[in-house]
């Protein structure tokens, strides 16, 4: 089994179409969405201008 994890450091999910947005066109991310499993429910666990990459490990 083969696996890839995208991760974005200030990205916010409501700004892509997967998750709902009809003001971005961003066809890539759909098509990526449509093959692939997406996470509904994720969290952070510091805001985004801290750094979390500590707690990624």
């Given at each position: 089994m083969k696996a890839v994890?995208?991760?974005f450091d200030s990205l916010n999910r409501r700004f892509l179409p997967p998750y709902g947005c009809r003001d971005v066109v961003a066809p890539n991310f759909e098509r990526l969405a449509e093959?692939?499993?997406t996470f509904?429910?994720?969290y952070v666990g510091s805001m985004p201008c801290m750094p979390v990459r500590l707690r990624l490990r």
């Open positions: 994890m995208v991760m093959r692939t499993v509904d429910n994720s």
